[in-house]
């Protein structure tokens, strides 16, 4: 099971971030990655990390801007959003994947998913 929580409403320039707690299993070596879909749209890879930490994708539209990371001790996956822009409002769901080789491209591979957290940013 995943669980994120941080998300909210932020000003443009604002920041958040997001946290993904797994819980039932350990995150090592598992692939993980961050989606979104806003209103109308199909659901983007954000930004995703390869089981062994040795690949790490961003969308063009978030690089420079967004982090993400793991803290294995902890079972957590983070995405720091920094300068957000309006465009960047979307259910943001967090993804886990036990082979350790699923993309951002392909979000089909990944076999477990979070609930979603709702993050807005509107002035």
């Known amino acids: 099971q995943l669980l994120e929580s941080g998300g909210g409403l932020v000003q443009p320039g604002g920041s958040l971030r997001l946290s993904c707690v797994a819980s039932?299993?350990?995150?090592?070596?598992?692939?993980v990655g961050w989606f979104r879909q806003a209103p109308g749209k199909e659901r983007e890879g954000v930004s995703c990390?390869?089981?062994?930490?040795?690949?790490?994708y961003y969308a063009d539209s978030v690089k420079d801007r967004f982090t993400i990371s793991r803290d294995n001790a902890k079972s957590t996956v983070y995405l720091q959003m920094n300068s957000l822009k309006p465009e960047d409002t979307a259910v943001y769901y967090c993804?886990?994947?036990?082979?350790?080789?699923?993309?951002?491209?392909?979000?089909?591979?990944?076999?477990?998913w979070g609930q979603g957290t709702q993050v807005t940013v509107s002035s």
């Open positions: 990390l390869s089981g062994s930490d040795s690949t790490t």
């Open positions: 993804a886990t994947d036990h082979t350790g080789w699923a993309t951002c491209s392909r979000p089909g591979e990944y076999d477990t």
């Open positions: 039932g299993f350990t995150l090592p070596s598992y692939a």
